[in-house]
């Protein structure tokens, strides 16, 4: 016999059984075996491909007070985690205090205490906030791994830039959400830590550059630095380089080399940025994943040696 075909929103990724019923679906067509029951009440279709909240959004549709919150809300709005997070891909899920606990299969349960504006929706899924996911990961990350999270999650980049970006919160609303939860799991942390985040910072290798150059003494780089081109008049041109973090008064550009800088495109394009920071009287610094490693990481050295090179300190 032939199966009735789903409708598109249920055959895309999860649903709920409560989703079938509202779609009109009957409970029979919920149990052939071109479905997959992932949890109670919940289904997958057998070849879905689904990924982020396609994924998820049957968890919240369970019924209208589950939310995601923690890694699971930070996985969508792909702010970085570490340690055992970044392996444990359990569903955080959680109801307002008051409410039972979410108990079931590969799932997580919390209750929080939430303001209405700490729930927000996410292509179907509702979740917390950026601001408020950021302040619950305080209780789970130590506090470079919450600065690289907050970073995520402030990251903008100007028109100006190759891949423009908008930031899905602020500095400020990071600071007024920690002022809203003064009792919260972690709030100490999050006040230091919320003091440390800056706009800019694209992964958390850069936010690791940043906080050991501080906190060995050396000056604080800027982020979202523009280079442009001088045109005949010595004025401003056009944007020509974009690096990761910059010392401007003395023309250093320090560039974070990732695992993607291996292609051969890529390996080609950062050639061309290099003879551009020469040609326009910059001192390149490309720092590595290595460089950052041990008691003695060799990115204080070259960052060190390039201030030096260029006058620094001020004598």
């Known amino acids: ?24 679906v009957t409970r029979t067509r919920t149990a ?31 019924d209208d007070d589950c939310i995601l919150t923690l890694a699971s809300a930070a996985r969508l709005w792909r702010a970085p985690l570490s340690g055992r997070l970044e392996v444990d891909w359990r569903i955080h899920l959680a109801r307002p205090r008051g409410r039972s606990t979410p108990r079931r299969a590969n799932v997580v349960g919390h209750q929080l205490s939430l303001l209405p504006d700490e729930v927000v929706e996410l292509d179907g899924v509702r979740l917390t906030s950026p601001a408020r996911t950021w302040l619950d990961l305080a209780s ?10 907050g970073d995520s999650l402030v990251c903008a980049h100007g028109p100006e830039f190759p891949v423009p970006r908008a930031a899905l919160c602020g500095i400020e609303d990071l600071r007024e959400m920690v002022a809203r939860h003064p009792g919260s799991r972690g709030v100490r942390k999050a006040r230091a830590a919320v003091e440390l985040v800056r706009v800019g910072a694209d992964s958390p290798p850069e936010t690791r550059l940043r906080l050991l150059l501080v906190r060995s003494g050396l000056p604080e780089p800027v982020l979202n630095h523009v280079v442009r081109e001088e045109d005949q008049w010595g004025g401003n041109g056009a944007a020509v380089l974009w690096p ?30 290099a003879d551009t ?39």
């Open 32 to 62: 052939a075996s071109d479905l997959v029951t992932v949890s109670r009440g919940i289904r997958v279709p057998v070849r879905s491909a689904a990924a982020g909240p396609a994924a998820l959004r049957a968890y919240t549709d369970l």
């Open 1 to 24: 016999m032939r199966r009735a075909p789903l409708p598109l929103h249920l055959a895309t990724g999860s649903f709920s059984l409560r989703a079938v019923d509202k779609a009109g």
């Open 244 to 273: 990761d973090a910059a010392y401007p008064r003395r023309r250093i550009a320090l560039q974070y080399e990732g695992v993607h800088h291996n292609g051969e495109d890529q390996y080609l394009r950062d050639i061309r940025r």
């Open 277 to 315: 920071a020469l040609r326009l009287g910059w001192l390149e610094v490309r720092v590595s994943r290595l460089d950052l490693e041990g008691g003695h990481p060799a990115a204080l050295r070259k960052v060190r040696s390039a201030l030096e090179s260029r006058g620094w300190p001020a004598s």
């Open 140 to 149: 789970v990350l130590d506090i470079d791994d919450l600065v690289a999270a």
